[in-house]
């Protein structure tokens, strides 16, 4: 990990620091296709260089972000279209929700792969 994004997990405050790093440990569980680089100043995570996730904070809050990448999503002439996001706010004093987090991304590796058919 470079040490910008480092950087980024390690300023955060517990119990947020020791959420972010199980964040992450889940998201790179799901594939080894998985890459975790720095976008817009927080944690990205890409399939095979197509965005799906990131972890963001926001003042007080933890949010995890799941991203459709407008390269898959349908063409349609004259609109132009842009990534979609769905985000859920995490509690970091709670159990992380492992199975919503792996089953999202599934769905959305799912939705890559499809597409490169």
Request: aromatic share 10%.
């Amino acid at each position: 990990m470079n040490a910008e994004l480092e950087n980024y997990y390690l300023k955060q405050n517990e119990p947020f620091r020791g959420s972010l790093f199980a964040l992450k440990q889940i998201i790179m569980g799901v594939s080894d296709l998985i890459t975790h680089e720095r976008k817009y100043q927080i944690p990205f995570f890409c399939y095979q260089g197509k965005k799906i996730g990131f972890l963001w904070m926001n003042r007080k809050k933890l949010i995890l972000g799941f991203v459709t990448d407008k390269s898959i999503l349908p063409q349609e002439a004259g609109i132009r279209q842009k990534d979609k996001m769905e985000m859920i706010q995490i509690d970091p004093t709670a159990d992380l929700p492992k199975e919503l987090i792996v089953s999202k991304l599934q769905d959305l590796i799912g939705k890559y792969e499809k597409n490169q058919k």
